[in-house]
């Protein structure tokens, strides 16, 4: 890759996103300070990140990484490369374009924020920056994955002077316009609809991307952003300007054309499903009835083994429903669905990742992105009608080196999606019935007696009349057997 990619015009129906050459736009780079707290410290390096040689894995020590960027690796516990990160970082540390194949949960996210950051500490801008000028450009089809990449990317980045912004739909505007004039911004993250618009309102400048990834290629093609997509395609550099990262679950005919479109002799890299399903999870099937599901979900949240559990299901209506009654019976369980606001769903995020939330309720959109250490189950509590949508459900689990169960309730509505994930996985999954303790009813729970207000507990004057009366009453009682008849 060059060290300056020049802006080039863009066609006459796509908006010029260049820069303003006004000289009081631009802010001149501040020189980091020396870290005093340092001094008498002995100054890290890469000999203190010690990770053993391993037949047939791939160390981050084999490449030759920035030792910022090393000690950030080593503080977010990587050890060694994924499939996805082992095949890869070769070919786009040397600057060539790359089309993969890879689910979410196979560490891509990772894969292509290390060359990026590599990239950007290896090349860094002199001189003159606008502020809103973006060096590299990130979209996500869904706000809760721009948001875990950002979180990503900060993690990685702890010992650089580089910075993140991070613009999805749902928040506030004028926050995140604020946040974006107070520092470079070297990594943009963002959902293409909010990006367009912060484009459009020429509040960040695309003509400077160096590297630009498209994640999840197929699902921003089911939720039919690609021409939003194309049209910040558009604002970058020419392809073979820049360099282009594009990943998806699956390669569609649709798919390949885009990414022949955008990429420039990109090399592509797959990674199989079945060895992505497999390796850490351990995968169930109950054969069962749409009444028993229920009845079924609840005999297992209340398990010993249950630790963290993630439910999916296929429509927005069946998850609000699922997580009323699970509250209802004493669970709290949050809920992710795209009709929720997006500052509830950020906390209800927050509070499942620290621990505070058990149980996750979300649908298929929602779900995407969410990287959560500790999730001990998923449970399919409906099949998934896609078969790609399995493999990234159970990719919550089973992370970070960690096991994890995944669930799955095949019922009469639903049993026939199974044969589609199984030709997705290459493998047959073990389908049981049931045990009987699984199945029992899910005991009611009592109801608490309402609590009486001020205004309903009665005043002493009013239990002074109340024992007059009965007192009253006992002493001359109606005779009920004597009636006058007039």
């Known amino acids: ?175 995140q316009l604020q946040k974006m004039q107070k520092s470079h911004c070297d990594l943009l993250v963002g959902t293409p609809g909010r990006l367009l618009d912060f484009a459009n309102n020429r509040d960040v400048y695309l003509d400077q991307v160096e590297v630009l990834v498209i994640d999840e290629a197929d699902r921003m093609l089911d939720m039919g952003f690609i021409p939003q997509v194309r049209r910040l395609v558009n ?53 069962t009835t749409a009444d028993e599901k229920f009845a079924l979900l609840h005999n297992i949240l209340v398990g010993d083994d249950v630790d963290s559990v993630m439910i999916f299901a296929n429509r927005r209506d069946i998850c609000r429903t699922l997580q009323e009654k699970l509250n209802k019976k004493g669970f709290k369980a949050g809920l992710l669905s795209g009709d929720v606001p997006q500052n509830r769903r950020m906390k209800t995020l927050e509070s499942f990742k620290s ?36 493999v990234h459900r159970i990719g919550r689990t089973g992370r970070a080196g960690s096991t994890g169960t995944s ?22 999954l073990a389908c049981t019935m049931p045990e009987e303790k699984l199945l029992q009813e899910v005991p009611a729970k009592p109801k608490r007696a309402p609590r009486r207000s001020k205004a309903d507990k009665p005043s002493e004057q009013s239990k002074q009349q109340s024992s007059v009366e009965q007192s009253e009453q006992e002493v001359a009682p109606v005779d009920q057997s004597v009636v006058r008849e007039d």
Not at 58 to 69: A, C, G, I, S, T
Not at 274 to 287: L, N, S
Not at 366 to 374: M, S
Not at 407 to 428: G, N, R, V, Y
């Open 1 to 175: 890759m060059t060290e300056n990619n020049s802006a080039t015009s863009t066609t006459s129906e796509t908006p010029s996103n260049s820069a303003p050459t006004d000289s009081k736009a631009f802010s001149e780079v501040k020189k980091p300070s020396p870290n005093r707290r340092g001094r008498g410290r002995r100054r890290w390096d890469v000999s203190q990140f010690k990770v053993e040689p391993q037949e047939g894995r791939v160390r981050f020590h084999d490449f030759e990484l920035p030792p910022q960027l090393m000690r950030g690796i080593q503080d977010t516990g990587f050890e060694y490369c994924t499939p996805i990160q082992g095949a890869s970082l070769p070919h786009t540390l040397n600057g060539h374009d790359i089309v993969g194949k890879a689910q979410t949960g196979t560490g891509k996210t990772a894969a292509f924020l290390i060359n990026i950051i590599t990239d950007l500490l290896n090349h860094p801008v002199e001189g003159e920056r606008f502020m809103g000028e973006a060096r590299t450009l990130i979209l996500a089809p869904t706000r809760e994955l721009a948001i875990q990449i950002a979180d990503d990317a900060v993690a990685l980045l702890k010992h650089t002077d580089l910075s993140v912004h991070c613009l999805v739909g749902g928040m506030d505007y004028g926050k």
């Open 235 to 287: 604002l970058t550099p020419k392809r073979e300007d820049r360099q282009t990262l594009l990943f998806s679950a699956t390669f569609t005919p649709e798919i390949l054309r885009l990414s022949g479109t955008w990429t420039d002799k990109p090399v592509t890299v797959e990674i199989g499903a079945e060895r992505v399903a497999t390796d850490t999870v351990e995968q169930k099937v109950y054969i």
């Open 407 to 428: 669930i799955s309730f095949a019922c009469e509505d639903d049993a026939f999606l199974l044969e589609p994930i199984e030709k997705l996985l290459d493998m047959k």
């Open 355 to 390: 621990g505070a939330t058990k149980v996750m309720v979300a649908t298929d959109v929602a779900g995407r992105g969410i990287h959560v250490d500790g999730v001990s189950h998923v449970i399919n509590y409906t099949l998934p009608e896609e078969p790609e949508d399995y």
